[in-house]
């Protein structure tokens, strides 16, 4: 009687895995690189929209006067 020959598992990447993760961490680098530029933009955007809608509110304000 014989008896079978345990494998030992063990994961073995292929090369195509492995040629395949790392331009994955590459895309999500720039793609988190992008979201923190598109931030940025819209802070600056957000500023200039307060900034505006301050003049707007003061004229407003101004025109609501009696003279």
Do not use: N
């Not at 680098?29 to 900034?51: P, S």
């Amino acid at each position: 009687m014989t008896h079978p020959t345990k494998k030992k598992l063990s994961v073995k990447r292929s090369p195509v895995v492995a040629r395949v993760i790392r331009p994955v961490a590459t895309r999500l680098k720039r793609m988190e690189d992008l979201l923190v530029e598109m931030r940025g933009v819209l802070d600056f955007h957000l500023k200039r929209i307060t900034a505006l809608q301050t003049q707007v509110d003061l004229l407003i304000e101004t025109d609501r006067r009696p003279d």
